[in-house]
Structures are given as C-alpha cells and as structure tokens.
T-cell receptor, first 115, second 112 residues
Framework: ETGVTQTPRHLVMGMTNKKSLKCEQH?????MYWYKQSAKKPLELMFV???????ENNSVPSRFSPECPNSSHLFLHLHTLQPEDSALYLC??????????????FGEGSRLTVL | GESVGLHLPTLSVQEGDNSIINCAYS??????FIWYKQESGKGPQFIID?????DKRQGQRVTVLLNKTVKHLSLQIAATQPGDSAVYFC???????????FGPGTRLSVLP
C-alpha cells in the first residue's frame, strides 16, 4: 500500500469528453507531481507543485489542466484529448529539503485510453 | 504501472543468480541518482540511491555502482528471486533531486 493514492485506476474517454484524475498523498509532503508514462518513452515530467503553487509546467498542452487545492491533493483535468494522449499518468510526491526536491514517491497510476 | 507495449531491453536471469542492470546517464553535472522498480500494475518504487561523491552503495541484496568518468550507473541484485521480475529505471538529477530525468528502463525476467 503506497502513501500516494490515484483514482480512477482506469479511464476510457472520447476526444470530446471532460474528465479528471485525482491524486491524494498521505505522507505529509509539500511537493506533488504529474508524470506521463507512454509506450516507448521514458517517464516524462508534466507538472510540479510546491506548497500548492505550480512551479513547473513542462511544455504540456493546455488540454491538460492541473489543480492543487492543498498540499495533499492534486488533480489533472482532461479536455478534448487526442488518442496519442493515451498513457499511464503517474502522480508522485516528495518532501523538499534545503532547496532539493528529494526522493519521489509514486502512486499506482491512472491508465488513460482516449478513443 | 503497466509496461505493456514498451519495447524495453530485457535481461533474463536464472533464479538464484546475480543480476546486473546498466544505465548510461546523459548529464555530467548530475549529482544524485536513484534506481526505481516498477512491477506490472504498480507505480515505480524506490530501491536505492547514490550521490555523486560516492561510487558504491549497498542495500539489502542490492548494490549500486556509479562511474562518473563514463557516466554509467549499474544496479546489482544478488540471488535474484521471482519477485524481482519488473522494469527497472534509473533516474538522474542535479542539485540532489531538483529535476529527475528517467532512463528508458530495463525489463528483468527471472527464470525458474
């Protein structure tokens, strides 16, 4: 059982749908992340939030919209996605210390399929 | 975390043998490295880390070796067990974890 919980674990959506992925961390960390894991590519960083403030947006298309209402919760809102957005979306958290982000703790991921 | 569809390098080892998984990293300024294990249907899990001021670090049944000269990292697993079957990723970062860059991964398959 990890300290980072993601829901839903599986999601199938059409290109015109709007859906959201949810992440909750129970580790008391101050930083949260969204990563994308797709076939044939290494893990790609999408967004970083530190103390609920977005500190990094790694050139992600605007059809992905993150939200961090507090340091324990992170959402990824999805709208008008493309089939190539089908992937495993991983949430992670870490506890920054002394300017360093620290070790990442990952959730189990949300497997997204866009039809 | 599913890796189905990923055309990863695969290492097959006999149960009980030692495994060595290699990783070439790209940035000579990287100073902190982590090995993660990802089993089918799960997210990546931390195995062991090493800072650039070290060249070897040991954990329980695992050893990480760092060769900064050739920018090479390896993970050694002693007495490999069926439960070690997974995809293994190395991750490099500068500023001790400021931004992690992940390698493509290696699939370890343990044969009975």
């Amino acid at each position: 059982e990890t300290g980072v919980t993601q829901t839903p674990r599986h999601l199938v959506m059409g290109m015109t749908n709007k859906k959201s992925l949810k992440c909750e961390q129970h580790l008391g960390h101050n930083a949260m992340y969204w990563y994308k894991q797709s076939a044939k590519k290494p893990l790609e960083l999408m967004f970083v939030y530190s103390l609920e403030e977005r500190v990094e947006n790694n050139s992600v298309p605007s059809r992905f919209s993150p939200e961090c209402p507090n340091s324990s919760h992170l959402f990824l809102h999805l709208h008008t996605l493309q089939p190539e957005d089908s992937a495993l979306y991983l949430c992670a958290s870490s506890q920054p210390r002394g300017g360093r982000r620290g070790e990442l703790f990952f959730g189990e991921g949300s497997r997204l399929t866009v039809l | 975390g599913e890796s189905v569809g990923l055309h990863l390098p695969t290492l097959s080892v006999q149960e009980g043998d030692n495994s060595i998984i290699n990783c070439a990293y790209s940035n000579s300024a990287s100073d902190y490295f982590i090995w993660y294990k990802q089993e089918s249907g799960k997210g990546p899990q931390f195995i062991i880390d090493i800072r650039s001021n070290m060249d070897k670090r040991q954990g329980q049944r695992v050893t990480v070796l760092l060769n900064k000269t050739v920018k090479h990292l390896s993970l050694q697993i002693a007495a490999t067990q069926p439960g070690d079957s997974a995809v293994y990723f190395c991750a490099e970062s500068r500023n001790y974890g400021q931004n992690f860059v992940f390698g493509p991964g290696t699939r370890l398959s343990v044969l009975p």
